[in-house]
């Protein structure tokens, strides 16, 4: 039987009276950690109240957690969060960065399969808006009986890549016809990822004033007992680092790894971020620069974290040069690695 015959032959002849079939589409759908609305308290405290009350972000018992984020981080934290925020708005669509680099994907990605109308592509958020679930639903409305969704994160993490997945079937468990679904797996160690990493570093690099003595890869902390308890996200953090080493040729004296965004009192994955760029400063160091290959777009962790506060720290401690080297975002280098991975994913659907 051809194709052409299979394809008549699964969509029709319908009986009479049968309700319109669509035609069968596969989605695409891109998913990011999540922003919130705006940089007003109430928007904050919405945002952070849905983000630290997942319990694969904090594992404490709910018994002891709720006390302390409710009596404690929601009524302080949303104000100098806010603030944080503010700085990196992006004025002109009244978002996060976040959420414009991750739309900006999606279309990108829409334009590169624009050959093949039956692939659709859509873009959530695991928390805050537009949400996981109504990004499901768009795709379902549109026709799409399979799914392959992207978590957008290189390394995986129970924190992260788990607790998109952990949204997507949430998602899923809502729908009377719910589309068969893949997830694409962690790309730390796929060769374009790294090479990616590297050209976008390089050019980067080039067009810099200085030359770095010192290159962090700085990468989002967890807390030690999750790597403890198995989660593999240090390892593959850690193999990241090594295989851009080996691309770029350099040795681990001057590409090192370092782990950022601690928070609670708890011991996070070492060496911290802020506490080495301090100490390479008082050892003489004066010029850095600074990579995250753990977040695919810029966000308030690069933006002002990076970009801002350890800065500061490094010049306050005597360094003299700093760098923030931008994520691979929306660029070429960046579209070129989700483009890959999709179309590699896809395989046997389209």
């Known amino acids: 039987m051809t194709t052409d015959t299979q394809k008549a032959s699964a969509t029709g002849p319908l009986p009479a009276g049968h309700p319109p079939v669509k035609p069968r589409k596969t989605g695409v759908l891109l998913v990011n950690l999540g922003t919130p609305d705006g940089t007003d308290f109430k928007s904050m405290w919405r945002y952070l109240r849905e983000f630290l009350s997942d319990p694969r972000v904090i594992e404490l018992p709910r018994p002891i957690w709720y006390p302390i984020l409710y009596g404690i981080v929601l009524t302080t934290r949303p104000k100098k969060s806010g603030a944080n925020y503010a700085r990196i708005w992006n004025r002109e669509k009244d978002e996060s960065p976040l959420r414009t680099y ?8 829409a334009a590169a399969f624009g050959d093949l109308p039956q692939v659709v592509v859509e873009w959530g958020m695991r928390y ?9 639903q768009q795709l379902a409305d549109k026709g799409c009986d399979r799914i392959l969704a992207f978590p957008l994160y290189p390394q995986y993490s129970a924190t992260t890549t788990a607790t998109a997945n952990d949204q997507l079937f949430r998602a899923l468990m809502k729908m009377r016809l719910a589309p068969a679904v893949r997830t694409v797996p962690p790309y730390y160690d796929e060769p374009v990822y790294i090479d990616a990493l590297a050209r976008s570093l390089q050019a980067s690099l080039a067009k810099l004033d200085f030359e770095p003595e010192v290159v962090l890869a700085s990468y989002h ?4 007992p999750y790597f403890e308890k198995g989660d593999p996200y240090h390892c593959h ?4 680092t090594r295989l851009l080493r080996e691309r770029l040729g350099w040795d681990d004296k001057r590409l090192i790894t370092t782990f950022q965004s601690r ?10 971020t802020d506490k080495t760029v301090e100490r390479l400063a008082k050892e ?13 777009v810029d966000c308030i962790e690069t933006l002002d974290e990076i970009g801002r506060e350890v800065r500061d720290e490094f010049l306050h401690a005597g360094g003299t040069n700093f760098a923030h080297i931008p994520c ?3 660029s070429p280098e960046g579209m070129e690695v989700i483009e890959i991975l999709v179309r590699r994913e896809l395989l046997g659907w389209i």
């Open 102 to 109: 991750t739309r900006s994907q999606a279309e990108k990605l």
């Open 128 to 136: 805050g808006n537009p949400s996981t679930r109504s990004a499901v």
């Open 221 to 224: 902390g967890i807390p030690k």
């Open 237 to 240: 953090c850690q193999k990241t």
């Open 263 to 272: 928070f609670g009192a708890q011991e996070w994955l070492q060496p911290y």
């Open 284 to 296: 003489g160091v004066k010029s850095i620069a600074i990579l995250n290959p753990g977040f695919s």
């Open 328 to 330: 691979l975002n929306d």
